[in-house]
């Protein structure tokens, strides 16, 4: 029977291998969507309606901050409304350990200003107002998955 050939060093490193590559291929996934979107982005005027802090509390206990700016803009077909910051499918794309960080990231937004909107003429829906990707947490991913996978193929040899 296999499963009295296979010691547990061998399943873990199983695990290791295959969790290592699941994550790598997320965190990949992640970051080129994210570098996608802000390639392809078309740039648009738009106004701030309204400037906020969210605090989110995680599960953990732990809290983050969100910075939020809604805005309106106009595509060349509709008028939108937007309050994402950074690129990504959902406004939690960067959240801040501190309230402070997360007001600097909207210091210049005053609302009934003018601003620029980027948007995804894919999915005109989604909208942001700093074109730069967030990519940090993908990136960590990759390293991460790949640092799992090296440790499963570590296990193999032991």
Same mark, same amino acid.
Request: glycine share 10%; hydrophobic share 40%; proline share 4%.
């Given at each position: 029977?296999?499963?009295?050939?296979?010691?547990?060093?061998?399943?873990?490193?199983?695990?290791?291998?295959?969790?290592?590559?699941?994550?790598?291929?997320?965190?990949?996934?992640?970051y080129r969507r994210l570098r996608?979107?802000?390639? %392809?982005?078309?740039?648009?005027? /738009? =106004?701030?309606?309204?400037?906020?802090?969210?605090?989110?509390?995680?599960?953990? #206990? +732990? *809290?983050?901050?969100?910075?939020?700016?809604?805005?309106?803009?106009?595509?060349?077909?509709?008028?939108?409304?937007?309050?994402?910051?950074?690129?990504?499918?959902? %406004?939690?794309?960067?959240?801040? /350990? =501190?309230?402070?960080?997360?007001?600097?990231?909207?210091?210049?937004?005053?609302? #009934? +200003? *003018?601003?620029?909107?980027?948007?995804?003429?894919?999915?005109?829906?989604?909208?942001?107002?700093?074109?730069?990707?967030?990519?940090?947490?993908?990136?960590?991913?990759?390293?991460?998955?790949?640092?799992?996978?090296?440790?499963?193929?570590?296990?193999?040899?032991?």
């Amino acid at each position: 029977m296999i499963g009295s050939t296979l010691g547990l060093l061998d399943i873990l490193a199983v695990v290791a291998v295959g969790g290592g590559v699941v994550l790598t291929g997320i965190g990949i996934r992640r970051y080129r969507r994210l570098r996608a979107i802000s390639r %392809r982005a078309v740039e648009t005027t /738009g =106004t701030v309606q309204q400037v906020d802090i969210q605090m989110v509390k995680e599960a953990a #206990g +732990t *809290q983050e901050y969100l910075p939020v700016v809604d805005y309106e803009y106009r595509t060349p077909t509709e008028r939108r409304d937007g309050n994402t910051v950074y690129p990504g499918k959902h %406004r939690f794309a960067k959240l801040f /350990g =501190t309230e402070a960080a997360a007001e600097t990231a909207i210091n210049d937004y005053e609302p #009934g +200003t *003018q601003t620029t909107v980027y948007y995804d003429p894919d999915d005109p829906a989604h909208s942001f107002l700093i074109a730069d990707p967030q990519t940090a947490t993908a990136i960590t991913k990759v390293v991460l998955g790949i640092a799992i996978l090296l440790g499963g193929v570590l296990l193999t040899t032991l």
